[in-house]
């Protein structure tokens, strides 16, 4: 099953183990679960400490398998062949079981294994999707600490009867005890704040009654990394207060435009910011949404108040605002409720779910292009419809989708509905020359029409833009003195991720600018 390379690389990840492993497989006759048996036999070939039985009589998934500590059973199972982006979270969960100590925060470790209840979770997964392994990966750590917690991936290509029935259309999608538990990127922290609500109560506590911070930076993305970076090397007192670390980069699949990195993967690439951070003196606050701003709080009146859903309070001296954008919305009939049902965001996430379907792709920009690109290898027919009169794309991008057969190009056409019952079924839209409706039967629609700036927790405070963006100076000064902001939720033109990250730095800058600039409370 695994090339030489993948076993020489297997093999030295498992020499990091230090107690036996069982794995029990369920298995039949089929060809998955001949593939499974191999890829088996290279685990064990790989270490002596690993051992595999297998079962047919049980009632679990064929094919499937768990991995297990001698005298337990609650470990981690993967229904279907952990290849593509799961083979890492089978060689994690392998580690995990057999001794290798996860890199977690103990605080985090202790609130697992405190978890009052039985909590049995399914993962839907594709193989290509690079969001599901976070999820997966967090909840396998889960079971191997707590053993009411079980946790079951399922490979969608393989049970392919089972996520019709379930009607399963977005990955990675996770059910808790047989109801839909949520769908998307989820990290440890937030899967455990979702089970756990006492603990984000203990946590708001912890959080406002932290001492006044120097510069506090809401937002974790490219512009909120380096504005904390920057910041924490003038030695001043930094904190910073994110929804999710790594923000929009998270779902993003390739990245080949930061210089002096050629190429990497969203989620690798926010790994990487976080490392950086956590190498300086920062306090970082992670699942935490910001509500409001007050300004002008303090005994002196020189502090800056951020209110957050959570119901904690933080101070600061000076803020960087960096809560980036979110996809834009087409706000049609249809859209919000057939959600992950049809309607979706990410091609590379969701796209093998429509392998041989017919789709549509909303938007004619480089991002609603490249995705029509890449589905048309999976799905059956692409049907690309743009409200412009021409396509906005880079140029080599067009000439690239038009030698493609399997696209349809629609333009000056204005999407009026998405149908359907249960799922999708159709999109309807008006040609704006003539306003003759036309309707494509389809089995999903990919909306792709640019991003919307996350602020609107600031309406009424700081300036903003008629398109909602926070008006900057040169040095990333707001309206407010003191409040700073930078990345994709301010004015600054083009919304790259290298644009956000040299706009937080400039930010930081401009912070510690203004700190020194300020008079030094007596």
Request: hydrophobic fraction near 40%; proline fraction near 4%.
């Amino acid at each position: 099953m695994l090339d030489a390379a993948s076993k020489s690389q297997l093999k030295t990840y498992l020499e990091r183990v230090s107690q036996p492993i069982e794995i029990v497989a369920s298995l039949d006759d089929s060809k998955a679960s001949g593939e499974l048996r191999s890829l088996l036999k290279d685990i064990t070939d790989s270490s002596a400490l690993v051992t595999v039985t297998e079962s047919r009589d049980d009632n679990q998934r064929k094919p499937s398998f768990s991995i297990n500590r001698p005298s337990e059973n609650h470990g981690p199972r993967f229904a279907g062949l952990p290849m593509g982006h799961e083979f890492t979270s089978l060689v994690l969960a392998l580690l995990q079981v057999g001794g290798y100590p996860p890199k977690v925060d103990p605080e985090i470790l202790t609130q697992i294994r405190e978890l009052d209840g039985d909590f049995d979770f399914e993962i839907y997964i594709s193989l290509s999707c690079h969001n599901c392994p976070d999820v997966v990966q967090a909840l396998n750590l889960m079971a191997i600490q707590n053993p009411r917690i079980r946790t079951t991936m399922i490979e969608g290509g393989t049970f392919q009867k089972e996520v019709k029935e379930r009607q399963v259309m977005s990955v990675p999608t996770v059910f808790l005890n047989g109801t839909e538990f949520g769908q998307g990127r989820m990290s440890l922290e937030e899967i455990i704040a979702k089970i756990d609500t006492s603990g984000v109560e203990r946590e708001a506590k912890k959080i406002t009654a932290k001492e006044a911070f120097d510069v506090l930076i809401v937002g974790g993305g490219p512009a909120g990394a380096a504005a904390a970076v920057y910041a924490a090397r003038k030695g001043i007192r930094t904190g910073i207060a994110s929804e999710r670390f790594g923000g929009q980069v998270l779902d993003t699949l390739g990245i080949e435009n930061f210089i002096s990195i050629k190429e990497t993967e969203g989620p690798k690439f926010a790994i990487a910011l976080e490392e950086h951070v956590r190498s300086y003196d920062v306090d970082i606050m992670n699942l935490q949404r910001a509500k409001s701003l007050v300004a002008n709080s303090g005994p002196n009146n020189d502090l800056i108040e951020i209110h957050l859903e959570s119901g904690a309070t933080l101070k600061s001296r000076s803020v960087v605002i960096s809560t980036g954008a979110r996809w834009r919305n087409i706000n049609v009939p249809g859209e919000a409720e057939f959600k992950n049902k049809g309607v979706a965001y990410c091609p590379h996430c969701d796209g093998p779910l429509f392998k041989g379907k017919r789709v549509a792709v909303i938007g004619g920009g480089n991002s609603g292009v490249e995705a029509a690109i890449d589905l048309a290898g999976l799905v059956g027919h692409v049907h690309l419809v743009e409200f412009d009169t021409v396509l906005r794309a880079d140029e080599v991008l067009q000439r690239k989708l038009r030698s493609l057969k399997n696209v349809t190009i629609h333009t000056n056409a204005q999407t009026t509905e998405i149908a359907g019952d249960s799922k999708v079924n159709a999109l309807i839209y008006k040609n704006r020359a003539n306003d003759d409706i036309h309707t494509l039967e389809l089995e999903g629609v990919f909306i792709q029409i640019g991003l919307i700036p996350n602020t609107d927790w600031l309406k009424g405070t700081v300036e903003l833009s008629k398109h909602g963006e926070i008006i900057v100076d040169a040095k990333g000064q707001t309206s407010i003195p003191g409040v700073f902001a930078a990345g994709d939720a301010t004015t600054v033109p083009f919304k790259q991720i290298i644009i956000a990250a040299g706009d937080g730095a400039k930010a930081a800058l401009g912070a510690f600018d203004h700190l020194i600039r300020s008079a030094v409370p007596a």
